[in-house]
């Protein structure tokens, strides 16, 4: 049990379009889901908290009207990357609390590059 | 923002070998969390801890909480090659939204 699946792995953008990313709960309930950003050899930084039918709460340094969170359902959070630009490109990561006690399942990723 | 310190950076070692992995921080967490990263995926949880003290193992995987609740460390023994990956420490705190703090990762290679 536990598994999220989040969309796309992968997706290439052009400079000022947006990219919209979703993150799915398959097999529970999740009140709570977390985005985070990777880069390369990096840990995973935290961009936002969101809780299903609230606004997100945004990391400091983290711009919300850029990276938009959605959380209509408890088993949907969608992250969208608005005017995309090639600064943006990093492997962004959801992360879904419920089901077992340890809470904290995470997607497979989605590679972000912006040309 | 607060990070947990791992180290060293990389660590290669012979198949076969045991290999421990130390995490540390200079706040109290009430939970220790170990996670392993392919390329490219999720980091993917491998031992959950909770009590200060707690021992517990996965397979070939044991992981400790420290005494302090500052500390863990996370130990594989007779390495093989899909033991290759990142492994990220997480600490929590107790709360309805508590949030993850992590490591930096420590990249393991193995080498057959």
Not at chain 1, 93 to 105: F, H, K, L, V
Not at chain 2, 72 to 82: K, V, Y
Request: glycine share 10%.
């Amino acid at each position: 049990g536990a598994v999220v699946s989040q969309h796309p792995s992968r997706v290439i953008c052009k400079s000022g379009t947006s990219v919209k990313i979703e993150c799915r709960s398959l097999d529970f309930q999740a009140t709570t889901m977390f985005w985070y950003r990777q880069f390369p050899k990096k840990s995973l930084m935290l961009m936002a908290t969101s809780n299903e039918g609230s606004k997100a709460t945004y990391e400091q340094g983290v711009e919300k009207d850029k990276f938009l969170i959605n959380h209509a359902s408890l088993t949907l959070s969608t992250l969208t990357v608005t005017s995309a630009h090639p600064e943006d490109s990093s492997f962004y990561i959801c992360s879904a609390r419920g089901g077992r006690a340890e809470g904290y399942t995470f997607g497979s990723g989605t590679r972000l590059t912006v040309v | 923002g607060q990070q947990l310190n791992q180290s060293p950076q990389s660590m290669f070692i012979q198949e076969g070998e045991d290999v421990s992995m130390n995490c540390t921080s200079s706040s109290i967490f009430n939970t220790w969390l170990w996670y392993k990263q392919d390329p490219g995926e999720g980091p993917v949880l491998l031992i959950a801890l909770y009590k200060a003290g707690e021992l517990t193992s996965n397979g070939r995987l044991t992981a400790q909480f420290g005494i302090t609740r500052k500390d863990s460390f996370l130990n594989i023994s007779a390495s093989i090659p899909s033991d290759v990956g990142i492994y990220f420490c997480a600490g929590r705190l107790t709360g309805a939204n508590s949030k993850l703090t992590f490591g930096k990762g420590i990249t393991l290679s193995v080498r057959p």
